[in-house]
């Protein structure tokens, strides 16, 4: 069974179309292939089906489509229920999207190592793959998220292919095209750099140099900038004469192997920290040509790098990554498979990563480690931006991107407040073809965090949020879980002094017990008995024993954990604390969703779509159903079709949200529940 989305989404079997009914229907299958065999979770397939108002039967729905859709593609393909959500494992039949990424991965391949021909033979392979508009017959939700960035990377699989037509001394031959692409896309500039050149390799020098001031025209009115460092010097040797020997034109050909991440956590492809991670595919070996290069009349391509123009101010590379924490310790995994993603895979597709969990648990402190570990990866610069205020109501879009476009070295254009799309094309346009890695911290809100993702594949974003957000939907997802046991005794040997903790071993393991492995707490500990070198171990360990002012002893200065858990639940809605407040009268234990359905007095399926729903936003910690501490180890993997998942809180949000002043069960409720 084949599946074809790069064009109007369908299956077939045996080259015949399957009859699927509906654009809904379609939405489901392309969501579920674009997810490559990992989960997508129940709160994805009804934002791309119904966007933000879904109907009160969502769940009923969705299930009656999955399995209409199960009985259309067995056997051959299989539809697996894995909550939080459905993941599609299509066997072995053709999918187009991947046959177009390895074709392209093979074509600028061999346009880097000069092996013009076959390069040309594999790019214009990928492009027939393109079989009309991309997802032709899904929501309008669906299409949003994915058509521009596939409709990027097809526009620069076309320029790669006409790299090579151009090398191959094609030009005649693709003028007509050329023609038709510049118009398509007036404001890519490396397009209308090799249409000029085609054009004055034909002897039409003067068509070339309308090209280039037509260009000029739309990029001053549409953007309000100056043609780029290429055109503007193929341009300068269409004046001299000299554009047979003088093109230069940057062309972005990594071919480092491509990232492989593991299975679903929480949205969209998932960095598997656990065992076993597969640690990428190497490109499929490929026979190098014998082109001569001095047969053809243009310069070898160069590695994409920032060469200014002659006369033009160089610009210093922002860095503007927060300094690394001190004594940051442990997250081994987590930190190699953030280093895979950042590591530069040759492929068209932005490499973006959510990094999310519950407050105090490091998000920040693993980016920025993370980051700054990977910066020679990115030599155009490193930008960074926390999306909230002091307050933790989220920034305005257009002062983040004002702050960015400075760091640039880009004056946004006209007064305050500026307008957010004028905005969002220069900040797109500044960062198009730059190796630039951005970190946005406490991102809240998909709506917000949009206008900030930069263009192209040479970029790449690390987001960190409480909570998944559509946007970064096609991204990685990294769902960061508490400290192990020694992991937090280093954390906190670091903090407040090995010798200390080694003198006091038990009453070490008894502070870094209370703190649950969160870092921020852990770090709050440490500090005090730093800053308090007359107090032993055990006085502090006896001191967080007190459940009713544990919260209270984990401050230091201006730090104080119940703040940072307050700030954390007030950005959640007031439904979600309430039942939060109500649920922690099950106390410290796993609880299971008929548990819960039995405190919040409500059927058991909506009962389960809230929890799931707390989970989602790192509120409930998921377990095994034996008990075991799965969440502690792996993060939130998937469950097998047939378990059922149970629920528990993080031992000090269980004490925070204890101390809210909302009604509870009464006692009897609780002894039905279990």
């Known amino acids: 069974m084949d599946f074809h989305l790069l064009g109007p989404v369908e299956a077939r079997r045996a080259g015949e179309p399957i009859a699927l009914s509906g654009t809904k229907a379609h939405t489901l299958l392309a969501a579920l292939v674009l997810a490559r065999g990992r989960v997508v979770p129940d709160s994805r397939l009804s934002r791309l089906l119904w966007g933000t108002a879904p109907p009160a039967t969502m769940s009923a729905q969705i299930y009656t489509y999955v399995s209409r859709l199960r009985k259309l593609l067995e056997p051959e393909a299989t539809l697996e229920r894995r909550p939080p959500g459905y993941a599609l494992r299509t066997g072995d039949g053709l999918v187009d999207i991947v046959e177009y990424e390895r074709l392209d991965r093979l074509g600028r391949q061999a346009l ?8 040309g033979n594999m790019l214009r392979d990928a492009l027939a793959l393109w079989q009309g508009p991309l997802l032709g017959n899904v929501t309008e939700f669906l299409a949003e998220e994915e058509i521009p960035q596939w409709e990027e990377g097809r526009a620069a699989t076309l320029e790669n292919r006409m790299e090579a037509e151009l090398a191959l001394g094609r030009h005649a031959r693709i003028v007509a095209e050329l023609t038709r692409l510049v118009a398509d896309f007036p404001l890519r500039e490396r397009m209308r750099a090799q249409l000029m050149t085609a054009l004055y390799r034909c002897g039409r020098r003067a068509d070339a140099l309308h090209v280039f001031h037509e260009g000029r025209t739309a990029l001053a009115e549409q953007l309000g900038v100056d043609p780029g460092v290429d055109l503007t010097r193929t341009h300068q040797a269409a004046l001299r004469g000299t554009l047979d020997l003088d093109l230069d034109l940057d062309v972005d050909l990594d071919v480092s192997p491509v990232l492989v991440v593991g299975p679903g956590l929480d949205v969209g492809p998932v960095l598997d920290v656990g065992p076993g991670l597969d640690l990428g595919a190497n490109p499929e070996p490929v026979e190098r040509g014998t082109a001569d290069p001095a047969a053809v009349h243009t310069a070898e391509p160069e590695p994409l790098a920032p060469r200014p123009h002659a006369g033009l101010p160089v610009l210093r590379a922002p860095a503007m990554l927060p300094p690394a924490t001190a004594g940051f310790t442990g997250r081994g995994r987590e930190l190699a498979a953030l280093r895979r993603l950042l590591t530069p895979d040759g492929r068209a597709t932005p490499r973006r990563c959510l990094i999310t969990g519950m407050a105090g648990i490091g998000k920040t402190a693993l980016a920025v480690h993370a980051a700054c570990q990977n910066r020679a990866h990115f030599p155009d610069g490193q930008l960074y931006a926390d999306l909230t205020e002091p ?128 870092p921020l707490a852990l770090r709050l500990a440490g500090a005090r008995l730093a800053a308090r070198s007359h107090w032993s171990l055990a006085r502090l360990a006896g001191r967080l024993a007190e459940t009713d002012t544990r919260l209270d002893e984990l401050a230091f200065g201006e730090m104080e954990l119940r703040d940072s858990l307050a700030k954390w639940l007030a950005r959640t809605d007031e439904g979600n604390r309430c039942l939060l407040a109500r649920l922690s009268a099950l106390g410290a234990r796993s609880f299971s ?15 389960e779509d ?65």
């Open 610 to 674: 809230l929890v799931e729903r707390l989970a989602d936003s790192a509120l409930l910690e998921i377990v095994h159903p034996s008990g075991g501490a799965e969440a502690a180890e792996k993060g939130r993997a998937a469950f097998p079709h047939r378990s059922h998942p149970r629920y528990r809180f993080h031992p000090l949000v269980l004490l925070y949200v204890q101390s809210l002043p909302v009604e509870r069960p009464v006692p009897v409720t609780l002894v039905q529940a279990g």
């Open 112 to 119: 880097h190592e000069h092996r013009y021909e076959d390069a």
């Open 391 to 518: 307050d933790g109501t989220a920034k305005d879009p257009r002062d983040v991107l004002a702050h960015l476009l400075r760091a640039l070295g880009e004056q946004p254009s006209g007064p305050a407040p500026y307008d957010l799309d004028d905005l969002v094309r220069a900040y797109r346009t500044s960062t198009a073809g730059r190796r630039i890695l951005v970190l946005l911290d406490n991102a809240t809100d998909g709506r917000r965090l949009a206008p900030l993702l930069p263009s192209g594949a040479q970029s790449a974003v690390l987001v960190t949020g409480h909570t998944p957000l559509a946007v970064t939907v096609g991204a990685a997802t990294l769902g960061v879980v508490p400290l192990s046991p020694q992991e937090s005794l280093d954390l906190l040997a670091a903090t407040a002094g090995r010798a200390r903790t080694e003198a006091e071993p038990g009453a070490a393991r008894t502070i870094a017990e209370h703190c649950g492995g969160l």
């Open 593 to 607: 969703a008929a548990s819960a359905a039995a405190v919040l007095g409500l059927p058991d399926r909506l009962a």
